[in-house]
């Protein structure tokens, strides 16, 4: 099944799948690199799956030529869907003016509002809503507990974890003077398709317009996108990551946890940017940045390992200016 | 009704509000200044308001002196709130001793518990979970998913976003030496009128006495209020900043993203707080501060800006040793 | 009951609890330290719970060897659980196939799915939700608005707050040159006994295997604990701290808020990192850290004192080189 090379006994039983330091005898576990393999080799795993270059190991073991890939395929054999009985629960409340495709289920204590739009095979878990006017595309799922609070389009094949809150107001207020006064968000969410919106994050509705997170693009947990934002497509973003209000990103950025965007900048696409960076003017160069305010990453990474060097360096500079005086006393 | 100056053709008819650069040539745009007006003349938008002194333009224009405000009318105009059906819906659960003052609304698998008070229309949406003795003030909205713990008092026109948790028990532990003991929390949370609480965002309730968060406060999605810590009037705090337990802020505070205060720190009215600045200690004199610990701005501005020359710092320091050794020996 | 020296009338009423800064006749307040008792001598407050070292006080005051312990048990008394109906709700909806201990308690709402085991007297709150095959250990309790997705092992004695996701799927893709691939996430989460998980907080489920949250360790608010980490016994984890994918931690860790790892690092036992620290290797001896990346706590203290000195060091540098200049041509 995985195109593999059997090195060892034929009927050896394996039971499960396991990390490479699992204490298991009847799980296989992967090994991509020596220190895994390793590790392996010293646990009590029962068999390994391994890069084809790899060197004859004591325990039973298949050989593939992608190792990562083919123990994602195994993961995926035993993966399934969280449990769903399928049709509209007894206990869900489903406005009789939502329109729901073929296929759609939906859980106890979901709630489905007027003008919402359920299309093939949607699966909206215990506990979600989704509100006015949303547009859930085929295939996707909402898992329990999440909030669509209104005018979100969801793509198709997509999963909004639990806790995630897309579509509430933007962040927008005007100072008058005596008080905050309330800027009207009356704009909307577009989620692409083969997207994921991890627990507990939260994308706002626009002003007016649409904030979006295009195709493909994953967030972690605990995750905020400002009001009319622009992610592109096949991005990831870590946990803590904030984009601020009106920022627009290209595709395929990689943003690490706690980086921060200020609003209206724009980052073209292939940019990856480092743990905490904050990004403070437009990034129109791809490649790798840190630090803050954001910087090349070699460049960053220099001025961070002397930031971390101060004293030292204070300590020169003081000794330099003693034996200046000395020179200029002489 | 905007009291502008009308500059085009009177029966331009005009179907929905639209970023300056949309394409659409049945909405009105804002260009409040000259980039934005740009956009607005390249883009395919139909109408533009703008500002009494702009040169004439080739569209159909609204002129008037405030631009930004008057688009926040017509904002305001095409706003309305989620959609609600008014009363007790069947499938929530109120507690008999629970107070429900006139024209109060709750949801479909709301829960409000006993010793609870809604005032005057206050709506509490579907999931919403109002707890013991929870009182909340006329006109306010609890929207889906949003849960008062227990013991949290809310004020006048407040919206709760989804997800938002008031009144969990405060961070309070001790060490005895083999682990960590629980301070009980018995206090209270206090929202003050006309607050935005974000989505996702936490107020702890206090060991004892209240946690506040003033008058027309409006926190932004996923901020984190420590116990005890009470934040000031007509404030704004944006993600992923943090108050600490035992801070005391003043009025019309500016927190940007992933700022954050040590606890027991105060801080007086009208201070500013850039992107993750880090409070440690008290701030006394009303200003704009940044970094960590917060400086004034303008310092913080060039401590920053050289910390990100430090390589070059650090190679003309290298330079200036080597030159005092040879002014030295010779 | 305390144990202390009453210094005052043996019949003055105490009828709450208060800071020590009330101003409120009828309460009794704890004094710890100097300014704590300056402060409750100059408000409203009662009466005084001091150490037996305090000078003579012109308030009724309650004199003991630990205060801070005797006001904790003080707190105690007031406290009392959140409110419950026992039994199980007629709006919850329960699986046949999931088993429930004697004493078990089940809210409006609450849904508890196939082959989840509840145990002697765990309170499950209205909207929590327990995924299939979660095991909640004896005298837990699962706030209104917690979420275990599935596979989610719970000790005994724990709380998880409002908007907790545990065992939503750990952060993991892989790039193929056109998409982000899932490698799908087949493991669990295990927390320990006497653990408390703030709310909003999210913990993932491993990849294979399980992520682990052990005995004792409490979270804030907003923490991120990434898929296969391991967290020790006895930790404080505060608000917005990150730790990232497959971390091992020891016992006793205090991460104070913001702060975050690399994924893969390693931390040894007793380690207390500062606030916003980047610990981005290994930390193998105990101690206080600081700084990113993390540094021993002295030495990061002079670092970021003088990167807030850098203005001042560098004119120093350029005033060098004119000198310099001077001497050279001289």
């Known amino acids: 099944m995985l195109g593999g090379e059997l090195r060892g006994p034929k009927d050896f039983p394996v039971a499960r799948l396991a990390p490479s330091d699992a204490d298991d005898p009847t799980a296989i576990c992967f090994a991509g690199n020596e220190e895994h393999l390793r590790k392996a080799l010293d646990a009590g795993v029962g068999a390994i799956l391994l890069p084809t270059e790899a060197p004859p190991v004591p325990k039973p073991a298949?050989?593939?030529a992608a190792p990562r890939d083919a123990f994602a395929k195994l993961l995926a054999l035993v993966d399934r869907p969280l449990r769903f009985d399928s049709g509209v629960h007894p206990l869900?409340?489903?406005?009789?003016?939502?329109?729901?495709?073929?296929?759609?289920?939906?859980?106890?204590?979901?709630?489905?509002?007027?003008?919402?739009?359920?299309?093939?095979?949607v699966r909206v878990y215990a506990?979600?809503?989704?509100?006015?006017r949303c547009d859930i595309g085929e295939?996707?799922?909402?898992?329990?507990?999440?909030?669509?609070?209104?005018?979100?389009q969801v793509g198709a094949r997509c999963t909004i974890y639990p806790g995630a809150v897309l579509g509430a107001d933007g962040f927008g207020f005007e100072?008058?003077?005596?008080?905050?006064?309330?800027?009207?968000?009356?704009?909307?969410?577009?989620?692409g398709d083969d997207v994921e919106i991890g627990a507990n994050s939260a994308v706002d509705r626009a002003t007016m317009g649409e904030t979006v997170v295009d195709d493909g693009t994953k967030l972690d947990?605990?995750?905020?996108?400002?009001?009319?934002?622009?992610?592109?497509?096949?991005?990831?973003?870590?946990?803590?990551?904030?984009?601020?209000?009106?920022?627009?990103i290209?595709?395929?950025?990689?943003?690490?946890?706690?980086?921060a965007t200020s609003d209206h900048v724009e980052i073209t696409d292939d940019v990856t940017l480092g743990g905490r960076t904050?990004?403070?003017?437009?990034?129109?160069?791809?490649?790798?940045?840190?630090?803050?305010?954001?910087?090349?990453?070699?460049?960053?990474?220099?001025?961070?390992?002397?930031?971390?060097?101060?004293?030292?360096?204070?300590?020169?500079?003081?000794k330099l200016e003693r034996r200046m005086e000395k020179v200029e006393s002489s």
């Open 250 to 259: 290209g595709d395929r950025l990689v943003m690490a946890g706690q980086a």
């Open 62 to 64: 298949i050989a593939v």
């Open 139 to 152: 295939g996707s799922q909402i898992l329990p507990h999440a909030v669509l609070v209104r005018d979100v």
């Open 175 to 191: 100072w008058t003077g005596e008080h905050r006064m309330k800027i009207p968000q009356v704009g909307r969410v577009r989620i």
């Open 278 to 318: 904050g990004v403070t003017s437009n990034i129109e160069v791809p490649g790798t940045y840190w630090g803050t305010p954001a910087q090349p990453f070699g460049q960053a990474v220099r001025n961070i390992t002397l930031a971390a060097r101060l004293t030292e360096f204070y300590d020169r500079l003081k």
């Open 221 to 248: 947990n605990l995750v905020q996108i400002g009001h009319n934002s622009r992610i592109g497509k096949h991005g990831v973003i870590a946990s803590f990551a904030g984009i601020s209000g009106s920022t627009v």
């Open 92 to 121: 869900a409340s489903v406005h009789p003016a939502a329109v729901l495709d073929e296929g759609v289920s939906v859980g106890p204590f979901a709630v489905v509002e007027e003008g919402a739009r359920l299309r093939k095979d």
């Open 127 to 132: 506990h979600a809503y989704v509100g006015e």
